[in-house]
């Protein structure tokens, strides 16, 4: 059995990461600047968009995370050629593309969601498709029955093995209509990438929206599919008959640039986060000057930093965009912890995403978790029975302790605590951190951080 420790050495090594301890040495404050490439969230699944075109496709501001690395192990799996300038610029050729055996795409899909959403081009291309036993991070049950529920409406058979799920499209997949019970980021993108190609019209209702998908519905149209967005989250995809390559510049990152704004928050830093952009930061822009930090939009990115004096306490509901995204909280939750008062963040969209909070707590925090949430009147998307709220009271001061990081995002929260807390704290499983965030160690390096790295 994989554990949680050998998957996370994996993460690491498949971007040349070769740490599994970081230990911090807390108190500083993080000065500097790091830039930000394109979003994992888009970019990952453009390299899957890729296996649709007739011909070469060019993907520019790829990060060197071990997200990445998977996906191009799993197209390479599927013969596409791929080159790799060095620089971020992978160009993906998938004119020879064919099927992988079984053994090889579970050795190459690690434990990234990203191999459902090979189903409809591979389907478009071969006729078939496996998809090994999916992992991602352990927040929540993380079903797939949207996607599968969407492939069979499109024509899709499908079987599912002791190794993981096999589909065969007797024939060339057909236009559905498809209402998603949530508006669910890869549901969303499964329908994309099966409908461009399929005959006929899709009707998609109560789709996500998310500027990743926003990014990924202006690729497919470069490669020749036609997709309305209508208002009401509905998108019509008119399937065509064949698609081109694409030239594209990935959307930034907006979980990382978040994620280091409140870095400089915590740890009463000042933070240039070369590449992050406004418009899809709006949301957290807000919260975040609401909590006492400040910013200022660059025309190549955004200031954050800690303006001194007493933080506030927040309200937050995580959402679907135009929402508070999930992703988010984690890092600004050790910001709360700093607050003159009582936050709360109630989370909508996983139900298992503040497992974190444990660790804070060792460090001196005071975050109670409610299971079954909090009931507001203000939802935008149905309550459901999954939800959990977060209450933060603070101020706490937070001290070093020992540390194993449990997910991405909930890591990436970890690093901060330990950073902003008074004495040492040793941090280990960081390398499930490399699938998320490209270059961190080397980025905490050039903004101060006081800290030595174990194997
Ligand atoms: N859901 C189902 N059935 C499905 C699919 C989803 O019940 O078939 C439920 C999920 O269990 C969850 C909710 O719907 O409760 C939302 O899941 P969604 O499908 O929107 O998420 P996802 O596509 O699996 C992506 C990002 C996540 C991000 C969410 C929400 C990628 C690879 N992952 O996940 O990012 O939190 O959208 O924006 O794009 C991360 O980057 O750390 C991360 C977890």
Redesign the pocket.
């Known amino acids: 059995m994989t554990t949680l420790s050998d998957d996370a050495k994996r993460q690491g090594e498949r971007v040349g990461l070769n740490v599994d301890t970081i230990t911090i040495h807390g108190g500083k404050p993080l000065i500097g600047r790091v830039d930000v490439r394109g979003a994992?969230?888009l970019v990952?699944k453009a390299m899957v968009a890729a296996l649709l075109g007739d011909g070469p496709s060019v993907l520019r501001g790829v990060p060197a995370i071990s997200d990445v690395a998977i996906v191009r192990g799993l197209l390479e799996a599927h013969g596409v050629r791929i080159t790799d300038t060095g620089d971020g610029e992978l160009t993906m050729d998938p004119s020879n593309v064919r099927s992988a055996h079984f053994a090889e795409i579970d050795a190459h899909a690690g434990s990234s969601?990203?191999p459902i959403l090979f189903c409809g081009p591979l389907l478009h291309q071969l006729g078939e498709a496996f998809i090994p036993d999916l992992g991602?991070?352990r927040?929540?049950?993380?079903?797939?029955?949207?996607?599968l529920d969407a492939l069979r409406a499109f024509g899709a058979k499908v079987t599912k093995l002791p190794q993981g799920i096999h589909l065969t499209a007797p024939e060339r997949l057909r236009g559905a209509e498809i209402d998603l019970p949530?508006p669910?980021?890869?549901?969303t993108e499964q329908v994309l990438l099966s409908a461009v190609r399929a005959e006929g019209v899709t009707e998609l209702k109560n789709a996500?929206i998310?500027p990743?998908i926003m990014d990924l519905i202006s690729i497919l149209q470069k490669m020749g599919a036609v997709i309305w967005v209508e208002p009401n989250r509905t998108i019509f995809i008119e399937g065509v008959d064949r698609l081109g390559g694409y030239e594209h510049r990935a959307l930034f990152d907006r979980?990382e640039a978040a994620s280091w704004a409140a870095a400089a928050l915590a740890t009463k830093g000042d933070i240039f986060v070369a590449g992050a952009k406004q418009p899809e930061l709006l949301t957290f822009l807000n919260v975040f000057r609401k909590v006492g930090g400040e910013f200022t939009v660059m025309e190549d990115g955004i200031r954050f930093w800690h303006p001194g004096g007493p933080l506030k306490p927040v309200i937050v509901e995580t959402d679907?965009h135009p929402g508070f995204?999930?992703?988010w909280q984690q890092p600004l939750v050790v910001a709360m912890s700093q607050a003159e008062g009582q936050s709360i963040v109630h989370e909508t969209?996983?139900?298992n995403r503040f497992g974190f909070t444990d660790s804070l707590n060792a460090m001196g925090a005071n975050i109670v978790v409610h299971q079954d949430g909090i009931a507001s009147i203000t939802r935008r998307v149905p309550r459901r029975a999954?939800e959990q709220a977060a209450v933060i009271t603070g101020p706490t001061p937070l001290h070093g302790a020992d540390i194993r990081v449990p997910d991405?995002?909930g890591g990436f929260s970890h690093l901060i605590a330990a950073l902003a807390a008074d004495g040492t704290s040793t941090i280990s499983n960081v390398g499930i951190i490399a699938r998320?965030y490209e270059h961190f160690i080397d980025k905490l390096r050039d903004l101060g951080a006081d800290f030595e790295t174990a194997d």
């Open positions: 994992k969230n990952t969601r990203i991602g991070c927040i929540g049950d993380r079903p797939i029955n949207f996607h949530f669910s980021v890869g549901a996500a998310e990743e979980n679907v995204m999930t992703d969209v996983y139900e999954l991405l995002r998320g």
